[in-house]
């Protein structure tokens, strides 16, 4: 699904109380009305990031016939939308592929925890009934379901899990502006340190389908003077709107965000020694403006920054302003720079502007049906890494075989680059 089918999210005004201090929940499975702000896109993005490192640390941890199953649902040479995500997800959790495929787990999982606020107090939580959390669950599938459903919201932290609340909620409702449901704040005081999940449930005819988990997480201080990092922390504790791919991203020092140019955002992390080289990693349309760089994916791209390998993320279409250019100049007279695609960014980058001359040190492709050559990528060397990925006899293109997705050689990508970086320069 990708970002001009996303929708444009109703906002509820006015407050509804039920019982003392509760936490408020809304449910919206909403159409597209139009481009969403620039903070429900990046919402957005972050819903796919924190749906793709659940499922490679799912996919990391299961068995060979789990993967197999799950490398067959996906499409080469292109990444999963948010349905393919969670279905996929399901099926390494155990579950079967005709439950998983179904028309009310689709609905299931078309469905986001949205916090307002966005955190849990981190002071208050040893009383009843004090946090003031008004979490909203954002339909990001269009559905319309012609019987009652009852919606559960189920708190967990680990193998624990408590009630939050249960709804009969008519399936016209599963349209904009949604619903709003209110539950109570979990945490007792013996509870063990960590995040809570919120887990959206629809129980339909007996039968319950159980969608994915979103963090609920306790309050957190962003570190320094950033001040893109404090506006977007604020921007999650006061509207929910999640940001960069990963709370840990605000509050840690795993980068910061980039900005090239207006309305072009990327993500930075930079070594503290001396810089070696630029890798900037294209992001696909559905991620988060961090990509690749937070989270559990990010993880493992921090060797090469301990390596002095200073890395970017941004979108495609960057390549088509005036300031890529300027900026890649500049980062060029300091050392290579290396360009990193996935999946169908190939096409994407060079629709952005065909006919540059050669650019990049180094470009790495995954997942390309195509045939690389320096002069079509624009790059002195090429790392080609995919199902069908064959090294020509002449040329530099070193090739590595992949799986049939290229999102599944995310986990080895970092690894890879860095391995192919330190032979050739």
Known sequence: MGRGHLLKLARFRGRSRLGGAALVCSLLVAPSFGAPQAAEVEHLGTVWTERANRLHRAFADADDARRAVVRARFTPDRF????ELAQAFHVLQGRPESEVDGALQRLVDGLDVRLLPGFLSITEHQRPHQALVEPRVLGLLPGLVGKP????????????ARHGRQEPIGGSNFTAPGFRMFLND??????????????????VDGRRYVGMPVVAPVERSAPGEEPQLAAALENWRRQGWRSFGDVDALTRSSGAPFTLAPGIDGWRRAPDGPRRATVLVMRHAEE???????GWLGARWQPLVEHGLELFTLPVEARGSDAFGLWLEERRSHGPVVLVLRGDAVVRWVLARPGTPAEFDGVVLTGSTLRPSPGLVGAARVLWI??????????PVTAIEGERSPFLDEPRLPQRVGAWFESNW
């Open 288 to 294: 988060s403006s961090a990509g690749p760089l937070t």
């Open 386 to 395: 995919g199902a069908k990925a064959r090294a020509p006899e002449d040329g």
């Open 149 to 160: 459903l009852t919606v559960t919201l189920t708190w967990q932290l680990g193998a624990s």
């Open 80 to 83: 999963p939308g948010l349905l």
């Open 186 to 203: 979990p945490r007792r005081a013996d509870d063990p340190a960590g995040d809570w999940e919120l887990v959206p449930s629809l129980l």
